[in-house]
């Protein structure tokens, strides 16, 4: 992108938000990878952390000169602080950042979903991915905040004759991604042995973390981590989006990888019961396991629908990816009745419009999404849907699903109205996965949830729970106690835990950040907007180019875009330095103090 940092005109708001900017320039110098006219060639990166020589085990082979490229890539006077740019060394490309009057490479994509992170925001040394929030140092490569699982590569940097010039490796440069160092287990185990130092429950985004954080953190006694899945943990929030994607396309780490960092991965494996007096488990094939730090991330399950017709087949909670095959096989010029207007239910409504002959919505409510984006929003959506060619029956319920041998044919609305169907895709929402929790000591809610403190500890001496399961405090909301049933999340809780088991006392102290993906259009969403009494929007809804800031009194409290990146990742940043922003400073209609002008 072209252009050079220009400076924010001085209103209220916008010196909040543009002291980011300000702060980068009078910080205490960062152990950044220090680069200047006067320094000699040195390597990106912290002291003591490994540049693109040795980040990772994968890498270190790879010595020879003929596996490294070497590019002069701009002028030292192209860049100003805090700005960014993508170059091209031949054999890849990496992006290029000067801050405090240094420069540092690191990989240019994020690794989670590959995003230009050219496109992101720059702050405090290190960079915010403009899709999804991930966080990453600029000067390690290191992932700090979530999704994802895998951090960026660094490339060494010098200055010579006023030319900045990049060394990289060829294969770092492809790859575009660094799996972190990890130790081993040092004592000899027998795999049916009944104890283990952690014991995870679950294998999604908080029970991976929390292993990988382990052993990335040097831990070397034993970790075992269980699911009832049959699959090895997968991107469950594509499910929805790519209805055709086998769990081995979806697959987050392979059993090569598990088994090189000596991760014990348990599939069908049900846990029955828990005793913190014993500290055992107990599996439903009867085999029980004693543990020294258990973590509970067993996720949430679907609410059931209760409706006449129990018995008739290809009705679907979308739980698994046979579940999501099955269902875009099923409505192939078929028809699809989608009952709900949760964002799954949605997700799966828009992946289906150009496989079904017809795709219709059963909602409760008058618009989908009015409590959770607003009603304004939420119409701008109803109108997308309708325009790709879904019905909606609004304010309706089910009362009965009717077959023909077995098979869907009718859905039938409390209201009278029968809808043709051959697939019926149940997304009402959910609730925690804890019943088999009812006599383990541990404190649940009356929902179900597990009360946790900002260290992910439940009441129970060694008991960690994350992910969907919890109620947390939340900084931003003074630290009163919430759900927040986020991927990106989940992740953060997993790395928090696992730190705390270990020992190192660390709060939790994220933005929730969310997303999802609907004909091709996303909506971003920071922050926690429970409670919201006012929605400012500024840009086109019926563009579909918006921003939606969420306040409650006369604070923001979160927002949501359309087509505006990064303006959700920018606000995530202020919420994260822990700056409020006044409704009164959103209700300008001026959108300029958002728009990232420090790129290239």
């Not at 050079?4 to 708001?13: G, N, T």
């Not at 050219?118 to 999704?147: M, Q």
């Not at 055992?280 to 009867?286: N, P, R, S």
Request: aromatic residues 8%; contains cysteine; charged residues 25%.
């Amino acid at each position: 992108m072209g252009g050079c940092l220009s400076k924010p005109k001085p209103v209220e708001v916008k010196v909040e938000l543009t002291l980011l900017e300000k702060e980068k320039e009078t910080d205490a110098m960062s152990p950044n990878g220090k680069v200047s006219p006067f320094s000699d060639c040195r390597p990106n990166g912290a002291p003591g952390h490994c540049s693109d020589d040795d980040t990772s085990a994968m890498l270190r082979p790879y010595h020879k000169p003929r596996d490294y490229v070497e590019a002069s890539v701009c002028h030292v006077k192209d860049l100003e602080n805090g700005q960014m740019r993508e170059v091209d060394l031949g054999s890849g490309r990496a992006l290029l950042i000067k801050e405090h009057g240094e420069f540092c490479a690191i990989g240019h994509k994020c690794p989670h979903y590959g995003a230009p992170l050219v496109k992101g925001v720059l702050s405090k040394g290190h960079i915010r991915c403009p899709w999804h929030g991930a966080c990453f140092n600029i000067a390690t490569g290191d992932i700090e905040d979530f999704p994802g699982l895998d951090s960026l590569p660094t490339f060494q940097v010098r200055v010579e004759k006023d030319k900045v010039i990049i060394r990289a490796n060829k294969q770092a440069l492809q790859s575009q991604r660094r799996t972190k160092s990890m130790s081993r287990c040092s004592a000899v185990i027998n795999s049916s042995t009944g104890f283990s130092h952690i014991l995870i429950i679950g294998a999604g985004p908080a029970g991976l973390v929390c292993g990988e954080t382990l052993r990335q953190e040097g831990f070397t006694d034993r970790i075992v981590m269980c699911t009832m899945d049959k699959h090895l943990p997968y991107d469950r929030p594509k499910l929805s989006k790519s209805l055709e994607s086998t769990a081995e396309q979806l697959r987050l780490r392979s059993m090569d990888f598990f088994q090189a960092h000596d991760i014990e991965l348990l599939t069908e494996k049900e846990v029955v019961s828990v005793d913190v007096r014993t500290k055992t488990v107990t599996f439903q094939d009867g085999l029980k396991m004693e543990y020294r730090k258990l973590l509970i991330a067993t996720g949430s399950r679907p609410k059931p629908l209760n409706y006449k017709g129990k018995d008739v087949e290809n009705v679907f909670y979308l739980r698994t990816p046979e579940d999501a095959n099955s269902i875009a096989r099923l409505a192939n010029n078929k028809n699809a009745v989608i009952v709900g207007t949760s964002f799954v239910g949605m997700e799966v409504a828009a992946a289906l419009t150009d496989k079904a002959h017809s795709v219709s919505v059963i909602g409760i409510e008058a618009i989908p999404f009015r409590k959770s984006l607003g009603e304004k929003v939420g119409k701008a959506i109803m109108k997308m849907f309708e325009t790709n060619r879904v019905k909606f029956y609004m304010q309706n319920e089910v009362s009965e699903m009717r077959g023909h041998h077995g098979q869907l044919k009718e859905v039938v609305l409390k209201s009278g109205k029968v809808l043709r169907a051959d697939v019926c895709v149940i997304g009402t929402g959910s609730g925690p996965a804890t019943a088999f929790l009812k006599q383990s000591g541990i404190h649940m809610d009356s929902k179900g949830f597990i009360p946790v403190t900002k260290t992910m500890q439940t009441n129970a001496d060694g008991v960690f729970a994350g992910g969907d399961v919890v109620t947390f405090p939340l900084s931003a909301r003074s630290n009163k106690k919430v759900n927040v049933s986020h991927w990106q999340m989940a992740h953060v809780h997993g790395r928090v835990a696992a730190l705390n088991m270990m020992g190192t006392t660390t709060e939790i102290k994220t933005v929730p950040y969310f997303w999802t993906a609907m004909f091709g259009k996303s909506i971003r969403y920071a922050g926690y907007g429970e409670g919201f009494d006012d929605v400012i929007i500024q840009g086109d809804l019926d563009e579909l180019k918006f921003v939606a800031f969420y306040t409650k009194s006369e604070e923001v409290i979160a927002v949501a875009s359309m087509n505006y990146d990064p303006i959700v990742s920018r606000v995530a940043e202020v919420f994260g330095s822990g700056k409020t922003i006044k409704k009164r400073d959103v209700e300008t209609g001026d959108m300029s103090w958002l728009i990232d002008k420090g790129t290239q």
